[in-house]
T-cell receptor, first 117, second 112 residues
Framework: GAVVSQHPSRVICKSGTSVKIECRSL??????MFWYRQFPKQSLMLMAT?????????EQGVEKDKFLINHASLTLSTLTVTSAHPEDSSFYIC?????????????FGSGTRLTVV | SQKIEQNSEALNIQEGKTATLTCNYT??????LQWYRQDPGRGPVFLLL?????KEKRKERLKVTFDTTLKQSLFHITASQPADSATYLC???????????FGKGTMLLVSP
């Protein structure tokens, strides 16, 4: 089945620094990648949708200059949290979608636990 | 605004029994409803997808129903096992590959 590999699984960074999270689709081409954030005991909240080769579409309230998304190839999407603050500490998850996978749900990465100190 | 409600309290059941989880939604007419399993510190894993014109779907010990009149889906796990203990998420979408809207999930605890 389709696999999305997400790295790192955990990262601790200092306030003001930037962190990059990578998601790779291993055995399929992800034309669309979704990025979510999940706070404890809360649902997954969609942050942005990225399509390969074009600019990401951000959900209302998500700062595009703070959460930089790059989807330069069909197998790699990255999320960079710039100038991180403690309130950015959360669980970040990516999800891959390809046009013919609609019948089978989406494939999620294993998530990245970001802690900003 | 769209709202998805899942049992907020954890569901505790004994091994071998059938677990039934509920997903209710309002202000939404989804074409697709999906169920995912999420273990602590991990991403969701897809379980089942059901379309608006389908009443019921089964996969091994799992069964999902979708009632668009009641705006409700029920998720059943028969012959439950301790390994089924996890949080189960309900997610809605307008198409097979449009954005998903997730509920908060229900934690299921199956005791031996």
């Amino acid at each position: 089945g389709a696999v999305v590999s997400q790295h790192p699984s955990r990262v601790i960074c200092k306030s003001g620094t930037s962190v990059k999270i990578e998601c790779r689709s291993l055995d399929f081409q992800a034309t669309t990648m979704f990025w979510y954030r999940q706070f404890p005991k809360q649902s997954l909240m969609l942050m942005a949708t990225s399509n390969e080769g074009s600019k990401a579409t951000y959900e209302q309230g998500v700062e595009k200059d703070k959460f930089l998304i790059n989807h330069a190839s069909l197998t790699l999407s990255t999320l960079t949290v710039t100038s991180a603050h403690p309130e950015d500490s959360s669980f970040y998850i990516c999800s891959g979608s390809v046009a013919d996978r609609g019948n089978y749900g989406y494939t999620f990465g294993s998530g990245t636990r970001l802690t900003v100190v | 605004s769209q709202k998805i409600e899942q049992n907020s309290e954890a569901l505790n059941i004994q091994e071998g029994k059938t677990a039934t989880l509920t997903c209710n939604y309002t202000n939404y007419s989804p074409a697709y409803l999906q169920w995912y399993r999420q273990d602590p510190g991990r991403g969701p894993v897809f379980l089942l997808l059901i379309r608006e014109n389908e009443k019921e779907k089964r996969k091994e010990r799992l069964k999902v129903t979708f009632d668009t009149t009641l705006k409700q889906s029920l998720f059943h796990i028969t012959a439950s096992q301790p390994a089924d203990s996890a949080t189960y998420l309900c997610a809605l979408s307008n198409s097979g590959y449009s954005t998903l809207t997730f509920g908060k999930g229900t934690m299921l605890l199956v005791s031996p």
